[in-house]
């Protein structure tokens, strides 16, 4: 696999039947060459009331289906997933740049998703809790939403959809995604490959509307005309902060519900007793890992000073030896940024943590002779935690600091505004369980002994701070995808009030 597959070649091969080559409208480039690979018509924000209503009209039919049997239908998801790996994780890794093993992750990542949501769709549990009134039953119970909106970015361009669209889907929901305009074509041909499943799950005999899962290929201004719409109780949103108090506000201002999934600043902690091996090669998969580009990117190092002249010299060799080219050919490990802005940023980023005081230690520069958008990884000493490192810049530039005392590792790395992902490397029990306790870390992940990223699809992902507080794919994250109904039955012939209240005169 060396060179950029025919582009429609994949997405006729996962179904795709609307033109690509439309001569005008939105060009879609791929960051392997920089070249142009569709030029695709744009949906415009009018569209958007439309598509709403029918994905409305579809929730009003689904809602009432058995979540068992809608669990049925993402169940053949997962299988069309499975057997259309390789053609969706080449899209991927031609759109937005990541490597194909990394791309194949992710197409995995949605189908354990899946797994998990078809398990989920008979354990929608409630509760029942006793009345303190005779022969009265009282019980809380879940309910479909309606129509959820979906906004993704482009590092993600399926896994994350795919989080919000297989809960959404059990829990008795339609989908309205607006993909990042940087990743339409993976998002076309995630769709069509949903509703080969839906033709499977129909050809079975169980009905399905259409317009259970709807995409928008737009700009902001479709994704705002979502945000605005009184018919789309929930947006969850995934991408930067400015984008998510955008969305929040427009949300919140018609008492909407948001689910935001925002930006990341996460940190290791190297304490002394740390296994440096261990350590050094979760550095390189979550500092340079998707060029530089999860929102779980590992971006801050903070080293014990005993380690300053051992592993980091050893890391900054590991740098050296780095494959970066083609994210198609086996062995590259870094790919391309996404865009010419990216690089941009990125150098904007290195200047800056200069003039800040950092000294270059590996990388720092762009590569111009590779094509497309390729940066060597990179690794900057920083005197502190000045502007630069609190902000979340997505390349591949990894901060390093160094502490003494714990206490200082710990404050250092929670004194960011962002609260996503964390982590400890050491062998040393108490330092361990103190990170994970109230007053350590306070991110919505912490870790010990792995990096920040590449989290599995059951646990709760999310963070907190400027990250947005949403919680998405495993654990109990299914509860924001449903409307919480509290019921109390009387089946007596009398009529108690709570609270011994009488009411007689
Ligand atoms: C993201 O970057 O938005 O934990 C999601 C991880 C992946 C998901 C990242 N499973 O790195």
Redesign the pocket.
Known sequence: MTSIADTNDLLRACGVTVATDVRQGWAVQTPITGDVIAQIALDDAQVVPGKIKDAHDAFLVWRTTPAPIRGELVRLFGDVLRTHKDALAQMVTIESGKIIAEGRGEVQ?MIDICDFAVGLSRQLYGLTMPSERPEHHMREVWHPLGVIGVIS?F??PV??WAWNAALALICGNTVLWKPSEKTPLTALATHALFEKAVATFRAAGHAAPDNLSHVIIGDAKAGQAMADSPDVPLISA?GSTRMGRIVAQRVAERLGRSLL?LGGNNAMIVAESADLDMTLRAILFSAVGTAGQ???TLRRLLLHTSHVDTLLPALIKAYGTLRIGNPLERGVLVGPLIDADAVKSFEKAVSQAVAEGGKILAGGNVLPEKGGFYVAPTIIQMPGQSKIVQHETFAPILYVMTWDTMADAVALQNAVAQGLSSCLFTLNMREAEAFLSASGSDCGIANINIGP???EIGGA?GGEKETGGGRESGSDSWKAYMRRQTQTVNYSAALPLAQGVVFES
């Open positions: 990542e970015a590092n993600f896994a994350v995934t999934e999860r929102c779980t990223s590449g989290a992902f």
